[in-house]
């Protein structure tokens, strides 16, 4: 199916290449490469740097643009709530970068979120794409995809996904907001069982982690060719997921295409070091310090709303992340900034004001 697709597209894929290439890339006022990660964790600008902020998903959505993903952001007014050189995580999709009126290629949208990060002295991570397909075509991405599909399967704006990590890359990776790379955001070669692909239907396959290991080694070779001083993140969960459960998370994370190493905690409010002796925090940051990497917590989430008050909740978040730093963790990002949270429901939203931007506050240091 998929030499069919492209069989299809594939005169319109090149010309949507051609024009990648000759779109000018926006000017930054510093060079890439602020960002190095070793075991001990980041340096910014060559001072230590332990950065805390959000994930915030959706701050590429245009509605005058693009499909987007969840509603838009008042760029500036996010980045200004923030303290300088926080971290905030987000979405840079190919199905971001298309024009739904005119399917052609426009940046316009993500060009202005690294804008206004540089305006108020922030840093960005970029995430190129999500395992579940969300915000994209929603379909799962199973192992043949990390063994060939990368490379072979057209989507969004005719492009494979090593045509869209091109093109971003060679148009940011010289941005002074630029944080790193990360590839794929909660990496797991499963195959489905049915169409819908819940996770109860998926089964994993023998070879799961030299299928996610070599798709680490490949596309991350392929990055640093465009930018050899890219700092790049894994975006793995870390709970035992398919490929990276147990000592699979060390062999996958000791992978050349990789320098940081991550972590997603949820469902263990209040709790530092949640998980068990084979896939718990405490084990991954053994594991990272084993391959010489930072570990980062890139995703904590509690539910607040009409099941918890956002004060508990942050008091939580800062209770967990005290002893995440003390046991050697480099990051802490919270999920999710949003701008409309729903007040109403028991969700994981952070919203403007919510006593989470003090804990970030108070976690973000320059310096150490």
């Known amino acids: 199916m998929a030499s069919r697709y492209m069989s299809r597209f594939g005169v319109f894929a090149l010309l949507v290449v051609i024009i990648l290439w000759c779109v000018p890339a926006p000017r930054a006022d510093a060079a890439s490469g602020r960002v190095d990660a070793t075991v001990d964790g980041f340096r910014l600008d060559g001072s230590p740097w332990w950065p805390s902020g959000f994930d915030a998903y959706q701050l590429a959505t245009d509605w005058s643009v693009n499909t987007g993903c969840g509603a838009m952001v008042d760029l500036d007014a996010y980045f200004a709530s923030l303290p300088p050189h926080s971290l905030t995580r987000f979405d840079l999709f190919a199905q971001l970068a298309v024009n739904k009126y005119t399917g052609a290629i426009d940046f ?3 060009d202005a979120v690294f804008a206004a990060a540089a305006r108020h002295d922030q840093m960005v991570l970029p995430v190129l794409v999500a395992s579940d397909g969300a915000c994209e075509n929603g379909q799962f991405k199973e192992r043949d995809w990390y063994v060939s599909g990368w490379r072979t399967v057209v989507g969004a704006g005719g492009m494979t996904f090593r045509q869209w990590m091109r093109a971003a890359v060679r148009r940011w990776k010289n941005h002074p907001t630029l944080a790193g790379w990360e590839l794929v955001g909660e990496p797991e070669p499963s195959v489905c069982g049915d169409a819908a692909c819940g996770w109860q239907s998926r089964s994993c396959p023998p070879d799961a982690s030299g299928v996610l290991r070599t798709f680490f080694d490949t596309a991350g070779a392929a990055l640093r ?8 993140w894994s975006g793995l969960a870390g709970g035992g997921q398919c490929g990276t459960a147990g000592p699979q998370y060390e062999y996958v994370g000791d992978s ?8 997603h905690d949820y469902g263990s409010d209040g709790v530092p070091l949640p998980g068990d002796q084979w896939n718990g925090l405490a084990e991954r940051l053994r594991q990272a310090r ?4 930072p570990l980062a917590v890139n995703e904590i989430g509690q539910n607040a709303g009409s099941c918890g008050t956002r004060e508990q909740r942050a008091f939580d978040f800062r209770t967990k992340v005290t002893g995440q730093r003390a046991a050697g963790t480099s990051t802490a990002l919270f999920w999710a900034f949003v701008p409309d949270p729903r007040d109403d429901q028991c969700t994981f939203d952070i919203g403007p004001g919510d006593p989470t931007l003090d804990l970030v506050e108070d976690l973000t240091r320059y310096g150490g």
Do not use: N, S
């Not at 050349?256 to 972590?263: I, K, R, S, W």
């Not at 084993?290 to 990497?293: M, P, S």
């Open 290 to 293: 084993a391959v010489g990497k």
């Open 256 to 263: 050349p295409g990789l320098d940081v190493l991550d972590y």
């Open 108 to 110: 316009g949208p993500m």
């Open 225 to 232: 060719h465009i930018d050899p001083g890219a700092v790049i």
